[in-house]
């Protein structure tokens, strides 16, 4: 096809916008390869290998903008492309709020973040087969009543992002990601559960061993099983690490900029407030090495940076992109997500609670009689309110010590009153994810069940 | 106009091939011992406009398009795809979808016939994708203008359009070229109400196969407002949910939701193949009250979950899943039907080109039963009546699932009270259902607006069922 590198398409795709009449533009251009391979029960199930690439490009006409994307890079495609969205902004109401950042905002030279490894792109089918059966055998071998298995998956993937905007940006970096995960089933007297572990990486060397991960998702499968209900109380409920990442989950989404000028988020109006206790911080870092969250620039050239969201748990900013800042009257914080598709949106970037001082295990060992999650079901959370009812499983925890298997209960508070109540955080912090938290101790939920 | 589109021409213009290219690619996938190999052509043209503060702020335009090659044998699938369409890179496709299967190679064209989908069940006249932009953009400002004087307490009005138009074409190495185009409306409506320092949201909204007339026909449109502006202000005095095991009353439509999370996922082939679903090797048993029967049907005209084939050609069908309480069959795609000796269902869908393959509900709801609604209620002295749903999820393998309720009451002495704040409802597939014990005569399907999550792939689905009672449900409310 085309000798175009991505970065001629998006200079060319800004000029094209400008000789139709856009006002400013900007364009992204992604391009990726990848690779998936799944074993289940010792043999190959699937194997999957593709190259993707696709673009979009924002054009304003005065304060209207519109968006369009394609995976389509013939010469006369991206021809129209200009045409067509200079033609679909004027449909648009205008929007004073609308608009590139200024210059002075944008990121300079690009840092390395390591987000890179050519590793990653290397690995064969083969070599991705044999970590496989490495991880599945591992869960297999793990105990007699793992008895089936919804296999082991390789998943990688090495992406090259280029981001040009007409108010003089125009940068481009490489990251590459790289998981090995394993769901086996464990069974007893006719009832079955499964669970799973994974490990998710931007370099390929500093992925878990496929056994330790097969030994963990089956340890997690086994503890599952002859879980009963428990009676409906009101109990101190301990999250384990993932879990506890969900609830910081929530607090991204409560503290983006976005959600907040909507009216959409339980913490609107509350910036400067103490919302959780005095021995909570939370930071969303997008300049971390190695990060799962980490860029060099966000979605609008803006650097990325690091941005205390609760400082001794007092709410002490709101995350933004370009428009929320504007509508917030505040800065933009270098949060703004990009798909191709769509026009810029406040993300987390490494979103995390640091670790605290208390070993996890004396975190359950504090509650008489209680509930450890470990396992989270469905959408139950109402974002506006705060309000949060959600299916959970995990081990019931009496006099200190995790006693017995319980599912098919629900948790249920309002998470404002959940983050004030966090009792106690644990010491066991792994950036496993792009948002995550160590062991969380809450002093009192709803447990609904018989 | 889309009647003198014809998807096999439309691929082989876009992309600058032949027949002969059709013939040699699925050819060089098929060249192994294989079991079956086939190509998916994919080009997916969207729109979505988007208001809130009553500026139409967003208008986006997307553009997907791609080939996917697969090729399977015995329980092995290779997949390759590739959005830069060529006679150079399908072949490259070919060749690496098919390295799963053993054996030489030994390369034969395989010849093609065009065969039409047995269905024709989103005829119309005009395309959404077509309709003007200036119809699309006065439909959010009325929505605007709407919402607002419904209520003075309603503060803010989110609503998109989203239209789309996908055009499909499988070949496979039996020889058959199918194609499809597939359109599709949807609109989404989000009021939020304030009122003495609290604030609530609600949500309606609707679409399916249809024309973008479809929307504003016997005001469809207006009443989706009125939907999601009364329960926002609803929430506003909710009380908190009850906590605990009690009888729940369901209301009819989309709360079918249930059927979708608890009997639903756990009849997709693959998990029965596998033995790793709650109702794997259970054909012929109870799962259900003798008065739930649930169908999948892909079938109906004009909804948002039907098909006039799957994503391998089949012709969508209508599958009885269970039978007067009692499980009578599997959702398939080609692999898993293959492998377990079952004819195949036409439920073999994938999200795009980009996608593999596996089985997928269509539109799934409980045939309607005898009992008035009003007798339902009647017969429950304390419980929850739950009428709208925020989405579920399942974990196939023990049979638990949650759904939550996004507009709920209470119900006392066989009345609806007082309406709660949105809860969970907790329970396990195979036995949730054996509680079902009365079934309405009021049989509604959804409005059209689901989306079903599987392995990270979304497709469209539909849902549908009478108002029905279940005995005893875990409620994930705060009120011990």
């Known amino acids: 096809m085309s000798a175009l590198t991505l970065d001629d398409i998006a200079t060319l795709l800004l000029r094209g916008a400008r000789q139709h009449g856009a006002t400013a533009a900007d364009v992204v251009v992604a391009e990726g390869d990848s690779l998936m391979v799944g074993v289940r029960l010792g043999t190959v199930e699937k194997v999957q290998r593709a190259r993707a690439k696709h673009l979009g490009l924002r054009a304003f006409a005065g304060a209207r903008s519109a968006i369009l994307s394609t995976s389509d890079f013939t010469p006369a495609a991206l021809e129209q492309l200009a045409a067509d969205a200079v033609a679909l902004a004027r449909v648009t109401a205008p929007d004073p709020f609308s608009g590139l950042p200024e210059p002075g905002e944008l990121a300079g030279a690009a840092t390395s973040l390591d987000l890179f490894d050519p590793a990653v792109g290397q690995v064969t089918a083969e070599q991705a087969t044999a970590w496989c059966l490495e991880a599945e055998t591992a869960a297999r071998d793990a105990d007699a009543r793992i ?125 400067g407030e103490a919302i959780a206790p005095s021995f909570l911080n939370v930071y969303d870092d997008g300049t971390l090495a190695d990060g799962l969250g980490s860029k060099p620039f966000d979605g609008e050239g803006l650097p990325t940076r690091r941005t205390p969201v609760l400082e001794g748990g007092v709410l002490s900013a709101y995350l933004c992109d370009t428009y929320a800042a504007r509508k917030l009257s505040r800065r933009a914080t270098g949060n703004a997500a990009r798909s191709v598709g769509d026009s810029p949106h406040v993300s987390p970037t490494n979103f995390f609670l640091p670790a605290g001082t208390t070993p996890a295990r004396e975190l359950i060992a504090s509650v008489k009689s209680g509930l450890y999650v470990t396992e989270l079901m469905g959408f139950g959370v109402n974002a506006t309110t705060g309000d949060y009812s959600r299916g959970a499983g995990g081990l019931w925890i009496e006099n200190g010590e995790l006693a017995y ?23 066991d912090l792994v950036m496993r994810r792009s948002i995550c938290a160590p062991t969380i101790k809450i002093a009192r939920m709803t447990v609904a069940g018989s | 106009m889309s009647t003198a589109l014809e998807p096999r021409r439309f691929f082989l213009d876009r992309f600058a091939l032949d027949e002969r290219v059709l013939e040699d690619t699925i050819g060089t996938a098929i060249a192994r011992k294989a079991d079956f190999a086939d190509l998916y052509f994919e080009c997916r043209t969207s729109e979505a406009f988007v208001l809130e503060e009553g500026l139409v702020k967003k208008a986006a335009k997307n553009v997907s398009q791609g080939a996917g ?122 009021c939020i109400a304030e009122a003495n320092g609290r604030r609530e949201h609600g949500t309606a909204g609707g679409g399916g196969r249809v024309e973008f007339s479809f929307l504003s026909e016997g005001d469809r449109w207006r009443g989706w407002v009125k939907t999601a502006a009364e329960q926002a202000l609803r929430n506003l005095t909710a009380d908190d949910a009850p906590a605990g095991s009690m009888p729940v009353v369901l209301g009819p439509g989309w709360p079918g939701v249930l059927l979708h999370e608890a009997v639903g996922h756990g009849l997709e082939g693959d998990f029965n193949r596998k033995g790793t679903s709650a109702f794997s090797g259970r054909i012929g048993e109870r799962v259900a009250s003798p008065l739930c029967t649930v169908v999948d049907d892909g079938t109906i005209a004009n909804r948002r979950g039907s098909l006039n084939c799957d994503d391998e050609g089949t012709p969508t069908g209508r599958t009885v899943l269970i039978e007067n309480g009692i499980l009578r069959g599997y959702l398939q795609d080609r692999l898993n039907a293959r492998l377990m000796g079952v004819p195949l269902t036409g439920n073999g869908r994938r999200e795009s080109y980009a996608h593999m393959t596996m089985p997928r509900m269509t539109n799934t709801f409980m045939l309607a039963g005898d009992s008035t609604p009003e007798e339902i209620i009647r017969s429950v002295q304390k419980g929850v009546y739950a009428v709208s749903f925020g989405g579920g999820q399942v974990d196939i393998t023990s049979g638990k699932f949650v759904f939550s309720a996004t507009e709920a009451y209470l119900i006392e002495d066989g009345k609806v009270t007082r309406p709660v704040k949105g809860a969970t409802l907790i329970g396990n597939g195979p036995e949730a259902m054996t509680r079902v014990s009365m079934v309405g005569n009021d049989l509604k399907l959804d409005e059209g607006i689901g989306t079903c999550g599987k392995d990270g792939q979304s497709v469209p689905v539909g849902v549908g069922m009478p108002t029905i009672k279940i005995d005893a449900m875990t409620v994930g409310g705060t009120q011990a």
């Not at chain 1, 008895?147 to 490489?174: I, K």
């Not at chain 1, 209960?409 to 983050?419: E, K, P, V």
Request: hydrophobic share 45%; net charge neutral; charged share 15%.
């Open chain 1, 405 to 427: 298997p319980v599912s098919e209960i629900t948790i249920a508070g309002n998470l404002l009153q959940m983050f004030r109540d966090i009792e106690a955080v644990g010491d």
């Open chain 2, 69 to 190: 090659v697969r090729v399977v044998a015995g329980e092995k699938t290779g997949c390759a795809h590739t959005d830069d369409v060529s006679v150079e890179t399908l072949r490259l496709a070919s060749q690496t979808a098919r390295t799963i299967a053993d054996g030489s190679t030994a390369h034969a064209p395989v010849a093609v016939r065009a065969a039409r989908p047995s269905h024709d069940l989103y005829a119309l006249a005009q395309a959404p994708l077509t309709a003007a932009l200036d119809e699309k953009i006065a439909l959010l400002n009325a929505i605007d203008l709407a919402a607002r004087a419904h209520d003075p307490r309603i503060v803010n009005v989110m609503a998109s359009i989203g239209v789309e138009q996908k055009i499909v074409l499988i070949v496979n190495s039996a020889g058959a070229v199918v194609g499809d185009i597939q359109p599709l409306v949807r609109l989404n409506v989000t």
């Open chain 1, 147 to 271: 008895t089936n298995s919804e296999g082991a998956e390789f998943d990688a993937g090495s992406h090259l992002v280029v981001y040009a905007a007409s108010n003089g940006f125009h940068g481009s970096y490489r990251s590459s990601s790289c998981s090995l995960s394993c769901v086996p089933v464990a069974s007893q007297n006719g009832s079955m559960e499964r669970d799973h572990w994974y490990s998710a990486q931007r370099r390929l060397a500093r992925l878990d061993s496929p056994a330790s991960i097969g030994a963990t998702a089956a340890a997690r499968a086994l503890r599952r099983l002859g879980a009963r209900q428990v009676g409906t109380a009101q109990v101190p409920v301990v999250f384990d690490p993932d879990m506890a990442g969900s609830l910081l989950g929530h607090l991204a989404g409560a503290v983006s900029g976005g959600a907040v000028y909507r009216g959409l988020s339980f913490l609107a109006g509350k910036l």
